[in-house]
């Protein structure tokens, strides 16, 4: 439960003020093969779509709020998410039949604590991953944390025409996104993630983007695990809501991080 649903709800909530850096064009396609739109393109595409970049810039943080589902196990409950610049960030999932589920970086520590695993510090290429997704310009591509982009093929994802980005990243992990033909908006993200039960597929399907604040940010995420299923649900999205007190360690975490060597 709960793998990469930081990863995969940031990629498609958030975006960066800064201007695209360090994404590489897509090679000339073979001759008489269909021609790829470059990378560049696709990804400034989905800023414009979206108009994260000019909404972003007015803001320090945001707080979101929704449901978190289970559906074939019929768990639900509340989920809220606040990232702040330049890459704090925390989400809780309050689960009645659970308890609470935590997971939270502060520039330089990731952890995460929940009812089956209990606290623990992320380490190793786990770290990795947080540290690169966490940064506000990072959700839309932008930034140093990514080592190059490059559009692969035309496929079909989440049930729409898209063109799927090969996304390098600096630490040399790899993921996939699918940008819609029709709409320019990202409509699915795959890649392996990194977890205590090892190495794994996920797979993102990302839909039903609505308007907050003059910002285009998709409401639902259907995260495909292991052949289970979690759900995101966005209700509220409210922008430099979320304070310092948001992103502090629990009790637990610091004792972790006291008795590192």
Request: aromatic share 6%; proline share 5%; hydrophobic share 40%.
């Amino acid at each position: 439960m709960l793998v990469s649903l930081r990863r995969s709800f940031n990629a498609r909530r958030l975006a960066a003020a800064a201007g695209l850096t360090m994404v590489a064009a897509a090679p000339a396609p073979a001759q008489g093969a269909a021609a790829l739109p470059p990378a560049k393109e696709l990804i400034a595409k989905f800023v414009a779509a979206t108009n994260a970049t000019a909404i972003m810039a007015k803001h320090q943080s945001v707080r979101t709020k929704g449901r978190f589902e289970l559906p074939a196990q019929g768990i639900s409950g509340d989920l809220e998410i606040s990232q702040a610049r330049p890459n704090k960030t925390m989400m809780r999932i309050n689960i009645s039949s659970l308890g609470q589920i935590e997971q939270g970086y502060d520039g330089t520590t990731a952890w995460s604590i929940n009812p089956m695993q209990g606290p623990r510090l992320m380490t190793g290429r786990e770290l990795d991953a947080v540290r690169e997704e966490s940064s506000f310009g990072t959700p839309s591509r932008q930034g140093p944390n990514v080592a190059s982009a490059e559009t692969v093929e035309k496929t079909e994802m989440n049930g729409e025409p898209c063109y799927k980005v090969k996304m390098v990243w600096k630490s040399g992990r790899e993921t996939f996104d699918c940008y819609s033909v029709a709409s320019g908006l990202l409509v699915a993200s795959t890649g392996k993630q990194e977890s205590p039960m090892g190495t794994i597929e996920v797979t993102n399907l990302i839909s039903d983007y609505k308007d907050f604040g003059g910002q285009k940010i998709a409401t639902r995420l259907t995260q495909q695990v292991m052949g289970n299923e979690q759900v995101l649900i966005l209700s509220t999205v409210d922008y430099d809501a979320a304070d310092a007190a948001s992103f502090e360690m629990p009790a637990a975490i610091k004792a972790l991080v006291e008795k590192k060597p």
